[in-house]
């Protein structure tokens, strides 16, 4: 329990650095921290330790209202990317917006630009353990991303989504209210 008072005072250190930091939240150890002024983060935002956080150039990260984020988690933005309210995001966990250009023969992948790709996490959503969002990826709301996923596309709410590359196995009726199988063939 002293831990998260610790780490409540790091977020109120830290609060006038970001572009918005909600309170009561707070942040473990981070790893490395980069472009934070445009970093805004909601209220009960619970991060813990060993985050690399980096919103690059006018890239934008946003963190909805009660996101619970574990140990290990790295995510980079060029654009605007969201991560919605009420989502859990499990440890060594990789969220991105930017691709690296690599078809210049002969120059160097990271002197080459980045591609940008619209990338937004729904609200509820829960990410499992050493997921993979990459850039492009749209998760609908209460999405569940399966343990080591790889995920890229747009994903309808309430959609179970698990591998390498990622595919939906299950998604939730509302009419009939229950998780059903989706057939292999689609």
Known sequence: MIYKILWAIRAILYKPFFGKLGMPSYIGKPIYLA???????????RIFPHIRMEAIG???ITLGNNTAIS????????????IGEGTTIAGNVFVTDIDHEYRNIGTHVLDQPYIT?????????????GA????GTI???QCIVGANSVVRGTYSPYSVIVGVPGR??????????????INDKN
């Open 35 to 45: 472009g934070v002024r445009n970093v805004f983060i909601g209220k009960r935002v």
């Open 58 to 60: 006018k890239g934008t």
């Open 71 to 82: 140990q290990g988690f790295h995510v980079t933005a060029a654009g605007n990317l969201v």
């Open 117 to 129: 790709s619209p990338t937004s996490i729904g609200k509820n959503c829960l990410i499992g353990f």
């Open 132 to 135: 993979c969002i990459q850039a």
């Open 139 to 141: 998760l609908g709301e």
């Open 168 to 181: 939906v196995i299950k998604r939730y009726n509302c009419e009939k209210k229950i998780w059903e199988k």
